[in-house]
């Protein structure tokens, strides 16, 4: 098959990257069958950055039948997973490989999905129905790279634009929007101005979509610590995927704690708490990405503060009972957008503590993570990422709030210790169980936990060491 853009081809090398050997058979029974067939998108463009790639994608000529049936005949299990859209996978040694035929889309009258497709003749033609110049290429081991649309210079650029007209690629399918956002905080890169533009201008154009993937994609940003870039940078598509976030733009806190309105004081949080993430404060991995639950609970923390905003005789701003207010809302935002109900509960319970007095006390701190234990949760986990989230609140705020950084460090040393030393915090963790009572001649009922209670409370107090016998002994045993 004869390409009439030769000079877009260049060498077969992408920085020492080889394609699966599973990719490579499965390119070459197709092209076996006069077929032809390219790597796509994401693999390639990892490739030239230099990174690791997983899921391969490879197009190819021929209808999704054919494609199959050659498949087929040579060995390789297929799997019809996206016939409508010109799709199906090949499975080879447990490894899936999408394999898609070369298509032009038709109109997206739901701004989302193609009404409906026809299979074209040409890779260029299916390049050019593609998002992002950085996923439009296409690599062959013998080919070499085919860049129509300079997406090699756009890498080293290191900038997001969209193929052909911004606008048009965003009218097509909304939803491209949040994953040109996804990909520059992903990437870390800058976004052409042009797409930038058209970002902003066909923001409204979000409402389209299922609130569910909007849901997913706006994760997709949080989790690569770069949420705060977001909110900046992007604000009017950020405010329509989230459009409480709107309120607080330019909302002046009148409050000498707060530099920032709420919005870039948001924004700065999200940025100090995905920089946490990055060096790891709690001893994990570093190049695990930031916790979904501490990035949802910096975006929403403050979402209430519009709503419960008084000023006093001074002058002087305040939020009275915005976490509580805050908490509520933000479950009702995370329910629109279809997030988990697991994510739900430890982002609310976040965003309610997260202005709670704390002190580098003993029973102060076990009083916080009885809290969280009766919320069902993993105390450890949370209590870590509440002070996570404290801490970037303080960095977020004026610069005369920075001392409590070192008093939040403190505590989160002390709640170690006490997770160490086996402190109680909760039932489940009181060296003291229902049956040990029942044993000893308390009949079953509804006082065995008022009993555990009572155990616990003083247990937290220093009131009685927690150990069984001592337990038992306070108890009257």
């Known amino acids: 098959m004869q ?11 992408l920085n020492g990257s080889v394609p699966s050997a599973a990719a490579l058979s499965v390119l070459r029974a197709l092209e076996a069958a006069d077929l032809e067939a390219w790597i796509v998108g994401g693999w390639v463009r990892d490739a030239l950055m230099g990174a690791p790639g997983h899921d391969i ?11 199959a049936a050659v498949l ?22 447990g490894e899936r490989i999408e394999v898609t035929s070369y298509r032009f889309d038709g109109f997206y009258t739901d701004g989302r999905h193609p009404e409906s497709v026809k299979l074209a003749q040409r890779v260029e033609d299916d390049l050019a129905r593609r998002d992002f110049t950085v996923n439009a290429m296409a690599w062959h081991p013998e080919r070499g790279l085919l860049d129509l649309y300079d997406g090699r210079g756009d890498l080293e650029r290191r900038q997001i634009c969209a193929v052909g007209e911004p606008r048009r690629r965003f009218e097509e399918d909304a939803l491209r929007m949040l994953r040109a956002v996804r990909f520059a905080c992903r990437l870390d890169f800058s976004m052409d101005p042009s797409t930038a533009q058209a970002l902003a201008e066909c923001a409204s154009l979000l409402d389209q979509v299922a609130r569910e993937r909007v849901g997913i994609e706006l994760e997709g940003i949080l989790v690569t610590g770069h949420g705060g870039d977001a909110l900046l940078r992007y604000p009017e598509l950020m405010c329509a995927a989230i459009p409480e976030l709107a309120d607080m733009r330019g909302f002046d806190q009148r409050t000498p704690y707060h530099a920032f309105d709420v919005y870039e004081h948001t924004a700065r949080v999200l940025t100090v708490a995905g920089e946490l993430s990055r060096f790891r404060i709690d001893g994990g991995d570093p190049d695990a990405p930031p916790s979904p639950s501490l990035m949802w609970a910096a975006l929403l923390h403050d979402i209430a503060k519009p709503d419960t905003f008084t000023v006093d005789e001074h002058g002087r701003g305040h939020f009275y009972g915005h976490p509580q207010e805050g908490a509520g809302k933000a479950r009702g935002i995370m329910r629109r957008l279809s997030c988990g109900n697991d994510l739900m509960r430890d982002v609310t319970l976040l965003i309610q503590y997260h202005d709670q007095p704390l002190r580098p006390e003993r029973v102060d701190l076990l009083r916080m993570m009885q809290r969280f234990a009766a919320g069902g949760v993993d105390v450890p986990r949370l209590m870590g990422e509440l002070f996570d989230l404290k801490r970037a609140d303080t960095l977020g705020k004026a610069q005369r709030c920075f001392y409590y950084v070192d008093e939040i460090e403190r505590m989160r040393e002390m709640v170690r210790e006490l997770i160490a030393n086996h402190e109680v915090y909760s039932i489940k963790t009181l060296d003291l169980a229902g049956a040990d009572l029942i044993t000893a001649g308390m009949a079953p009922g509804p006082h065995i936990g008022a009993a555990l209670n009572r155990a616990l409370e003083a247990a937290i107090t220093g009131a009685v060491p927690n150990e069984r016998p001592a337990l038992m002994a306070y108890l009257g045993f």
Do not use: L, Q
């Open 57 to 67: 994608d490879v197009c190819c000529s021929g209808t999704w039948e054919r494609n």
């Open 3 to 13: 390409h009439s853009t030769d000079t877009s081809f260049t060498g077969s090398d």
């Open 72 to 93: 087929r005949a040579a060995g390789i299990a297929v799997v019809e997973s996206g016939i409508k859209f010109g799709g199906i996978t090949a499975v080879v040694d």
